[in-house]
């Protein structure tokens, strides 16, 4: 069975500032995805960004990166030069690929990110 | 810029009352989920459906809910009857089945309370 741990209920940055939002997760497959949301307080989840199991790089999407060390089993969310906006929910989630196509996704508990002008 | 629609956006209801939440996925899109958030369990999943077809409704409570897909434009979530411990936020994500790295796309999700 796939799980995902956010160990970090909370987290403050300073505007501007980069911020990691540690993920770890475990599975018994060998190929898996793993995709990161945001929630801001109005409440919708929104994409950030995904990783596959076998890409060799890191994933990037603007200022948004995911540090991905396999051997570790994480996938932590770095924001590069936080903006006031950044402030939200953020949850990390994966996905077997067995059946290679787009299957249900295992959530984390989230971490409430705050940013400080 | 393509989205997933929800209605109602907010429900407030009395415990035993029948409750209907509706989904209309983004067009073209092949595969639904529906996601319930609650503070104690997270978002946890309770069923989708690929071209229409309800693949798992494992996380459903059988007795009381009912997910359906009338069409493809449209994906359904019954409760009936309701209970209190049903309060949570219900939402809908629509995405293509084509590949593992595809994403799925929520709406903004249906506020649920029951009295």
């Known amino acids: 069975a796939q799980k995902i741990t956010q160990t970090q209920p909370g987290m403050f940055v300073q505007e501007k500032e980069a911020v990691t939002l540690d993920c770890t997760y475990d599975t018994s497959d060998p190929s898996y995805g793993l995709f990161w949301y945001k929630q801001p307080s109005s409440g919708e989840m929104i994409f950030l960004i995904y990783q596959g199991s076998y890409d060799q790089q890191n994933a990037t999407e603007g200022r948004y990166s995911l540090n991905f060390q396999k051997a570790r089993k994480s996938a932590n969310l770095v924001i590069s030069a936080s903006q006031l906006g950044d402030s939200a929910m953020y949850f990390c989630?994966?996905?077997?690929?067995?059946?290679?196509?787009?299957?249900?996704?295992?959530f984390g508990k989230g971490t409430r990110l705050s940013v400080i002008a | 810029d393509a989205r997933v629609t929800q209605t109602p956006r907010h429900k407030v209801t009395e415990m035993g009352q029948e409750v209907t939440m509706r989904c209309q996925p983004i067009l073209g899109h092949n595969t639904v989920f529906w996601y319930r958030q609650t503070m104690m369990q997270g978002l946890e999943l309770l069923a989708y459906?690929?071209?229409?077809?309800?693949?798992?409704d494992s996380g459903m409570p059988k007795d009381r809910f009912s997910a359906e897909m009338p069409d493809a434009t449209l994906a359904t979530l019954k409760i009936q009857p309701s209970e209190p411990r049903d309060s949570a936020v219900y939402f809908c994500a629509s995405g293509l089945w084509t590949s593992s790295t595809d994403t799925q796309y929520f709406g903004p999700g249906t506020r649920l309370t029951v009295l």
């Open positions: 459906f690929r071209n229409r077809a309800p693949l798992d």
């Open positions: 989630a994966m996905r077997e690929v067995r059946n290679s196509g787009n299957t249900p996704l295992v």
